[in-house]
């Protein structure tokens, strides 16, 4: 079995051990959470949802910026959602909600969420396929799928890897942000 080091330096699911490391705020050079928030084009009373949160840098920024709305996040590890809960909760963060999600479908009603957003998290989904076409259900129309990737994450996608699997799926090109290592692709449900 792959010891928890090799799997923080190759492909696949980035373990829960090193979660620490997502929380370096070093991480601002490349997306800070304040240059997301404008990217995901929030409203107060939007339902937002963070797939792989991980122990959720981005988070609680996100659901401050909905105080009417829920940003409900859903991740494959439960150790990474207790971090972030935990984490939240000390800032008294608390129009979030958690789902442990089983890797191939989601219990949420279909229309449901105006934003959908994962950084640093596709490349690692294994039926990404099936998550596409349950973001497509679950997403209400015209919403945002906001996709952000960064160097150095072994299981970065490219911009056209991107593209090819979201367009396949219904959805249409909205906007780009930054650059070929590090940037944000915004996919509308049409
Ligand atoms: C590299 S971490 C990024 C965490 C966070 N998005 C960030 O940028 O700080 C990837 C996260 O995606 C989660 N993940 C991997 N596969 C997943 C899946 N199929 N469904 C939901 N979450 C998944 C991992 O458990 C991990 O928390």
Redesign the pocket.
């Known amino acids: 079995m792959n010891s928890v080091f090799d799997r923080f330096a190759k492909k696949g ?2 373990p ?1 051990q090193f ?1 620490f490391t ?2 370096i705020p070093l ?1 601002n050079l490349f997306l800070s959470p304040k240059k997301l928030i404008q990217r995901l084009e929030l409203k107060e009373n939007y339902n937002v949802l ?9 988070s609680a920024k996100v659901a401050k910026s909905i105080p009417h709305g829920i940003l409900t996040l ?4 439960k150790e ?1 959602l207790d971090i972030a809960k935990k984490r939240l909760s000390k800032k008294n963060i608390f129009n979030v909600e958690y789902h442990l ?1 089983n ?1 191939i479908d989601f219990p949420f009603e279909s229309n449901k969420f105006d934003v959908i957003y ?4 596709l490349g ?4 990404k396929q099936q ?1 596409v076409k349950e973001f497509y259900r679950i997403m209400c129309p015209n919403g945002n799928l906001s996709i ?1 990737e ?1 160097a150095g ?1 072994p ?1 970065k996608m490219s911009i056209d890897e991107i593209k090819n699997l979201l367009l396949d799926s219904g959805f249409e090109f909205d906007k780009f942000y930054g650059t070929e290592n590090n940037f944000t692709i915004n996919f509308r449900k049409k």
């Open positions: 699911v980035f829960y979660a997502l929380l991480r963070e797939i792989g949160p991980g122990p959720g840098y981005f859903t991740d494959i590890q990474m999600c890797g994962m950084v640093t998290v690692e989904i294994e039926n998550y952000s960064q994450d299981d």
